[in-house]
């Protein structure tokens, strides 16, 4: 039966087939150390959880929602923006609450495209970043590009072989997969040459609070006049290990608010109340939490690099982010990320995410997700460096058992 228009434009879901081998490992009683999916594994924050029980027992917040976020909750989240960024947002028109930043920019998508309309977008990237214009008509023309002075050069020429000329350049700061972060300076020229070459921006800052060097990384809404033309993406999950909940946030330009807001109101009734309750107390805390989940994941990051550099895989030091991007030991590299993956379970009861799956541009490399302790990331790296070991005795056995089946 032949597949429907927009299901073919998507590829084949790399992701699933490490999700397969890993559940046929662990249906053999392998115990598989999950260092793929960024799924976080701390628990959310005590308070906020006894904020939902609170609220939930009152039976007025069962009833429906609102999809744009209570006001309550959109006060919270300007309150933020003002605390962490100096920028100032009304947020009647410029924050609408969404079901993660997942779903803001799927609807996003779905709001501004029209079929055949060009997106720029960073390769590697989040799938969303791509895919969700690719499901609304769009085109996507890649750009592999980083947050340094061959960025302006590359989106010149994406603009340049473009026909129609682009709608909008997508941005993620903190980057997932890459784990790369951007300097204000970068924003402000972004910015100024987006405005010249009329060119929305959208922007994705979901780990904008999970950073180790000491410098919080920058909101491109802190640019003067940004948001003329940027709206910009937030998520809880990472920042108060929520991401169950599926609560996030859009904020910015209020003409693509109100894009996004009028498509939303026609797809869902927002998220339960009290999540939107527990969430607005969450933002309007201290920055406790925030500061005890960035602790943990910057031991994690120490311990990963540290271990695994002891069994002989090199992984430079992520600045920000809950993953590292991993280059694929050289002895491999020519396999590929998808098969080397593979490898780190059937060989070392290892999960990572293959690169490829954020672009084909990323297939020299894996991400690397600090979900797992101390105790848990070690262990892998001892695993590994047995593999690592009994490959370089003999290299020509090993190959992924998959190849076999």
């Known amino acids: 039966m032949e597949e429907f228009h927009?299901?073919?434009?998507?590829?084949?879901?790399?992701?699933?087939?490490?999700?397969?081998?890993?559940?046929?490992?662990?249906?053999?009683?392998?115990?598989?150390?999950?260092?793929?999916?960024?799924?976080?594994?701390?628990?959310?924050?005590?308070?906020?959880?006894?904020?939902?029980?609170?609220?939930?027992?009152?039976?007025?917040?069962h009833r429906y929602s609102s999809s744009r976020g209570?006001?309550?909750?959109?006060?919270?989240?300007?309150?933020?923006?003002?605390?962490?960024?100096?920028?100032?947002?009304?947020?009647?028109?410029?924050?609408?609450?969404?079901?993660?930043s997942k779903e803001g920019f799927a609807n996003m998508a779905q709001a501004i495209t029209a079929p055949g309309d060009v997106i720029l977008c960073p390769n590697p990237t989040y799938p969303i970043h791509a895919f969700g214009f690719i499901m609304s008509g769009g085109v996507i023309r890649s750009l592999q590009v980083e947050p340094d002075d061959g960025f302006i050069p590359a989106v010149e020429r994406g603009i340049r072989h473009s026909i129609p000329k682009p709608l909008a350049l997508i941005l993620n700061y903190p980057s997932n997969p890459t784990a790369l972060v951007a300097s204000l300076d970068f924003y402000k020229d972004v910015v100024?040459?987006?405005?010249?070459?009329?060119?929305?921006?959208?922007?994705?800052?979901?780990?904008?609070?999970?950073?180790f060097d000491g410098n919080p990384p920058p909101s491109v809404l802190q640019v003067p006049g940004a948001i003329d033309i940027c709206v910009e993406f937030t998520s809880m999950s990472k920042t108060f290990s929520m991401p169950g909940w599926r609560m996030g946030f859009a904020v910015g330009n209020e003409r693509l608010i109100s894009a996004l807001t009028r498509v939303k109101s026609y797809l869902d009734y927002g998220a339960f109340t009290p999540i939107q309750v527990a969430a607005a107390h969450a933002?309007?805390?201290?920055?406790?939490?925030?500061?005890?989940?960035?602790?943990?994941?910057?031991?994690?990051?120490?311990?990963?690099?540290?271990?695994?550099?002891?069994a002989g895989w090199t992984i430079p030091a992520p600045a920000a982010s809950m993953f590292a991007w991993a280059p694929i030991p050289e002895p491999f590299r020519h396999l590929g990320s998808l098969e080397f993956s593979?490898?780190?379970?059937?060989?070392?009861?290892?999960?990572?995410?293959?690169?490829?799956?954020?672009?084909?541009?990323?297939?020299?490399?894996?991400?690397?997700?600090?979900?797992?302790?101390?105790?848990?990331?070690?262990?892998?790296?001892?695993?590994?460096?047995?593999f690592l070991s009994s490959s370089a005795k003999q290299p020509n056995n090993v190959v992924p058992l998959s190849a076999h089946r």
């Open 6 to 61: 927009k299901v073919r434009r998507l590829p084949p879901y790399v992701f699933e087939q490490v999700n397969r081998l890993k559940a046929s490992a662990r249906s053999r009683g392998a115990d598989i150390i999950d260092l793929g999916m960024g799924n976080p594994d701390l628990p959310t924050p005590k308070a906020i959880v006894d904020k939902l029980c609170e609220v939930v027992r009152d039976p007025r917040t």
């Open 70 to 100: 209570i006001p309550g909750l959109r006060r919270a989240q300007a309150s933020y923006y003002a605390r962490r960024f100096g920028v100032k947002l009304n947020p009647d028109t410029q924050v609408v609450a969404t079901l993660g």
């Open 192 to 211: 100024a040459f987006a405005k010249k070459n009329d060119i929305i921006i959208l922007s994705d800052l979901a780990y904008s609070e999970i950073y």
């Open 283 to 310: 933002l309007n805390g201290d920055g406790a939490d925030i500061a005890e989940v960035r602790d943990i994941y910057h031991k994690r990051r120490d311990v990963m690099v540290d271990a695994f550099g002891r």
């Open 342 to 386: 593979k490898l780190l379970i059937e060989h070392a009861d290892v999960a990572v995410a293959p690169g490829v799956g954020f672009g084909e541009y990323g297939d020299e490399f894996v991400r690397v997700a600090l979900v797992e302790n101390e105790h848990r990331i070690r262990q892998a790296a001892r695993n590994i460096k047995k």
